[in-house]
């Protein structure tokens, strides 16, 4: 008799090697980069050492401001959809009543080791064990940043399905998670909540694998969430292509576009967006304000931590719904924005400026 976990591994297989987006044992980016200054070959040497060692203010000098969403977690959206930012990637959405978390990372590093790796700034407002009632825990892709090993260990010991990008689910199945309760799509498969609603994996321009051997072994996706008034766009890990056109003709209109806007670098505009592109995506994608996420979380990349949200507030003020961490919001009602990170930037440079005059000081003359 064949087992059910040998039997998830034979599907599995065979659906990978059947995938439009499967080439000679590998994923594949199926659309090509449009990114302008994309390299299209990785990270370049010459960013290592930025990477490693350049940037006092990669990090913030204090907390960010940060909220307990449970209060607001017990009232039923009054729009119909609220969004809850956590961190970085991951975002409590209620839409049509129906609760999807998505990308949940609550691990204190975006890395394979405890003890070395970027490490989180702060903790995310809100256990796992205080979650609310889940229909459904939605993963990317996954890199450590978006697929998390502890917080899936602890999200197993719900009863909620999982859905994921195709051969994602080896890793879930491996941690505990049931192979009934694991749902794996290729780029355009779809799924359906017993809440009623739609989830379609779509197309994005990224990569995969957690080691030195697995490299694209497992599909990256983006995701569009279609309840019954209301839809979101979730980017995922993704540099810009002309998916953004075709998703938004297929799978729109969205009333919520959340897209990633940090981790980037000139070099990179193959596999993050970065500010600019994320806004040129937001564009081709054609509907929805806009929720940046992928910033304020982890020190992923060389510039200031605080960027991104600087660059979108000065080119594209409208349309952008930008929360504080564990701020329960309703879209619809956002009415401009409040841009609450300055507070923690122009601590830095209070701290700093401190540092210049005791040096000065004290040093002889």
């Known amino acids: ?20 987006q499967f080439a000679d044992g590998r994923f594949v ?26 940037g006092a203010k990669r990090r913030p000098v204090q ?14 959206a009054q729009s119909g959809l609220r969004v809850t930012w956590l961190g970085h990637s991951t975002l409590l959405l209620e839409i049509d009543g129906v609760r999807v978390l998505t990308d949940p990372v609550w691990g204190q590093r975006a890395s394979p080791f405890s003890f070395a790796g970027p490490k989180r700034f702060q903790p995310v407002p809100v256990s796992i064990e205080s979650l609310p009632p ?60 017993a809440g009623g609603l739609t989830i379609t ?12 051997t697995d ?13 019954e008034r209301h839809a979101v766009f979730f980017s995922g890990d993704t540099g810009l292509s002309d998916a953004f056109g075709d998703i938004g003709r297929r799978l729109g209109p969205f009333d919520l576009a959340a ?8 070099s990179w505009g193959d596999i993050h967006l970065g500010p600019d592109n994320a806004l040129q995506a937001w564009r081709e994608l054609g509907s929805g304000r806009l929720l940046p996420v992928h910033w304020g979380t982890f020190d992923l990349a060389m510039h200031d931590w605080h ?59």
Do not use: C
């Open 134 to 193: 889940l229909d459904a825990v939605l993963i990317s892709h996954d890199h450590y940043d978006h697929l998390d090993h502890p917080s899936v260990r602890a999200l197993a010991a719900r009863s909620v399905p999982f859905v994921t990008s195709l051969g994602v689910g080896k890793h879930l199945q491996a941690w505990g998670v049931p192979v009934e309760r694991i749902v794996e799509l290729d780029w355009w498969e779809e799924t359906r909540l």
């Open 201 to 212: 994996a779509a197309p994005s321009h990224h990569f995969s694998g957690r080691g030195l």
């Open 63 to 76: 907390a960010l401001p940060s909220f307990n969403p449970l209060a607001d977690w017990l009232r039923p």
């Open 215 to 227: 490299r694209n072994t497992t599909l990256w996706s983006a995701f569009a969430l279609r309840g």
């Open 1 to 20: 008799m064949t087992s059910p976990n040998r039997h998830a591994h034979a599907l599995r297989l065979e659906r990978m090697r059947a995938s439009p």
């Open 307 to 365: 960027q991104p949200a600087e660059v979108l507030v000065a080119k594209a003020p409208e349309g952008l719904v930008m929360p504080r961490l564990g701020e329960a919001v309703e879209p619809a009602h956002v009415d401009g924005v409040t841009p609450w990170w300055r507070a923690i930037a122009r601590a830095r440079h209070a701290v700093q400026g401190a540092a210049l005059r005791n040096a000065a000081e004290s040093t002889p003359v």
């Open 259 to 266: 897209i990633e806007v940090g981790a980037f670098h000139p």
């Open 29 to 54: 980016n199926t659309y090509a980069s449009t990114a302008p200054d994309a390299q299209r070959q990785g990270m370049r040497l010459a960013t290592l050492g930025e990477f490693a060692f350049g």
